[in-house]
């Protein structure tokens, strides 16, 4: 085994570890995952001549993005603000500040694309203010997704041919970046994305999420349906659980957007034992030891029934509210699926 020095933290944390989770099933475990495409876009931007070292760095974030691009900042010296809303609790606030980062927290959602769109008119007020200024912009910057090529590497040169990748979305970078990928070697694998219950990305309407970390209440412009064979919807108790099994049964303490990808990945793999599955599972639990692991909390709130043994298959999108439910989405674009559906 040969070992070595990294330059920094953001270089030895950067990239996935892969894991085995059972038979022909591995889960792709990173630290923090959004730690890799902040890094990638803040160094491409540097040699584009878009960033140099006074320009402020100013972006919003839930929280994964932002503590990546905290990260790299401490390391560059840049000054980063970052506006969020309350989904940024203390814990990571705390953290966040202690790296050099100005936190800005919007409580007030917009008339219209609610709290998200409120943060990002903050964001345009505030680049406003800094003449010399940088938005990553994780949501449409393309250079989100094309980070994932190192990660399609990692998985292609540590398990050989995938069938199928399983992941959460988001901001649509991770799971549309390493899909791309690793189709350029394995063309028929599949592609399922974990969304949750009223997110918009694949034709719900706009509503409370529970489950955090994954969906949207915009349409990112990194999305690229046309890479999707199949959608699944799942909430908070699921996830929860999943997270708790991949704990007590794997010694992973991860976040539960890993534990969604997880639930779904495991039903796949369970109905495909001949097909080699890759689970993505983007963040640590830490963020959650308060929540997600901690019984009492699960308890009130009744998350502690029995979880969903399989998904219901639903006719529509629409269709998919409220149980864990799955969608053949067929590798269409959104426009093309809605308009089969008759809606717009």
């Given at each position: 085994?040969?070992?070595f020095a990294?330059?920094d933290?953001g270089?030895?944390?950067r990239?996935?570890r892969?894991?085995?989770?059972g038979?022909?099933?591995y889960?792709?475990?990173?630290s923090?995952?959004?730690?890799?495409?902040?890094w990638?876009i803040?160094?491409?931007a540097a040699k584009?001549?878009?960033?140099?070292?006074?320009?402020?760095?100013?972006?919003?974030?839930?929280?994964?993005?932002?503590l990546g691009l905290?990260?790299q900042?401490?390391?560059?010296g840049h000054?980063?603000i970052?506006v969020?809303d309350p989904a940024?609790?203390?814990?990571?606030r705390d953290?966040?500040e202690?790296?050099?980062a100005?936190v800005?927290?919007?409580?007030?959602?917009?008339?219209?694309g609610?709290?998200?769109q409120?943060?990002?008119?903050?964001?345009?007020?505030?680049?406003?203010q800094h003449?010399d200024s940088?938005c990553?912009d994780?949501?449409a910057?393309?250079?989100?997704?094309?980070?994932?090529?190192?990660?399609?590497?990692?998985?292609?040169?540590?398990?050989g041919?995938v069938?199928c990748?399983?992941?959460?979305?988001?901001?649509?970078g991770s799971?549309?970046?390493?899909?791309r990928?690793?189709r350029?070697a394995f063309?028929?694998?599949?592609?399922?994305a974990?969304d949750?219950?009223?997110?918009?990305?694949?034709g719900q309407?706009?509503?409370?999420?529970?489950?955090r970390?994954l969906?949207n209440s915009?349409?990112?412009a990194?999305?690229d349906?046309g890479v999707?064979?199949?959608?699944?919807?799942?909430g908070e108790?699921d996830?929860?659980?999943?997270s708790r099994r991949?704990?007590?049964g794997?010694?992973?303490f991860?976040g539960p957007t890993?534990?969604?990808a997880?639930?779904v990945?495991?039903?796949?793999?369970?109905?495909?034992?001949d097909?080699?599955t890759v689970?993505?599972?983007p963040d640590e639990?830490?963020?959650?030891?308060?929540?997600v692991?901690n019984?009492?909390?699960?308890?009130e709130?009744?998350l502690?029934?029995?979880?969903?043994?399989?998904?219901d298959?639903?006719a529509?999108?629409g269709d998919?509210?409220?149980?864990?439910?799955r969608?053949?989405w067929?590798?269409?674009q959104l426009?093309e699926?809605?308009a089969?559906n008759g809606?717009?």
């Amino acid at each position: 085994m040969k070992h070595f020095a990294f330059a920094d933290i953001g270089e030895a944390q950067r990239l996935p570890r892969i894991v085995c989770l059972g038979p022909r099933t591995y889960g792709v475990v990173f630290s923090l995952m959004k730690l890799l495409p902040a890094w990638y876009i803040l160094s491409s931007a540097a040699k584009r001549g878009e960033l140099g070292t006074d320009t402020v760095i100013v972006e919003t974030t839930s929280g994964t993005f932002g503590l990546g691009l905290a990260m790299q900042t401490a390391l560059s010296g840049h000054q980063l603000i970052l506006v969020g809303d309350p989904a940024i609790d203390k814990r990571l606030r705390d953290r966040l500040e202690g790296m050099g980062a100005q936190v800005e927290i919007v409580t007030e959602p917009a008339k219209h694309g609610g709290i998200q769109q409120a943060r990002l008119d903050r964001v345009a007020e505030i680049r406003a203010q800094h003449p010399d200024s940088y938005c990553p912009d994780q949501y449409a910057n393309p250079d989100n997704p094309l980070s994932y090529s190192y990660v399609a590497e990692v998985i292609a040169e540590s398990v050989g041919q995938v069938d199928c990748l399983v992941g959460p979305i988001g901001s649509g970078g991770s799971m549309c970046g390493t899909t791309r990928h690793l189709r350029t070697a394995f063309g028929d694998m599949r592609a399922i994305a974990v969304d949750t219950h009223h997110s918009v990305i694949f034709g719900q309407a706009d509503g409370h999420r529970g489950l955090r970390g994954l969906g949207n209440s915009l349409m990112p412009a990194n999305v690229d349906h046309g890479v999707f064979d199949e959608v699944h919807w799942i909430g908070e108790a699921d996830a929860y659980a999943a997270s708790r099994r991949l704990l007590r049964g794997h010694a992973l303490f991860t976040g539960p957007t890993s534990g969604a990808a997880f639930h779904v990945g495991r039903w796949w793999a369970n109905a495909n034992p001949d097909a080699t599955t890759v689970i993505m599972c983007p963040d640590e639990g830490y963020r959650y030891q308060d929540t997600v692991y901690n019984p009492h909390w699960i308890a009130e709130r009744g998350l502690d029934g029995p979880v969903s043994s399989e998904p219901d298959t639903v006719a529509t999108p629409g269709d998919g509210v409220g149980a864990w439910s799955r969608f053949d989405w067929g590798r269409r674009q959104l426009a093309e699926v809605l308009a089969a559906n008759g809606a717009r």
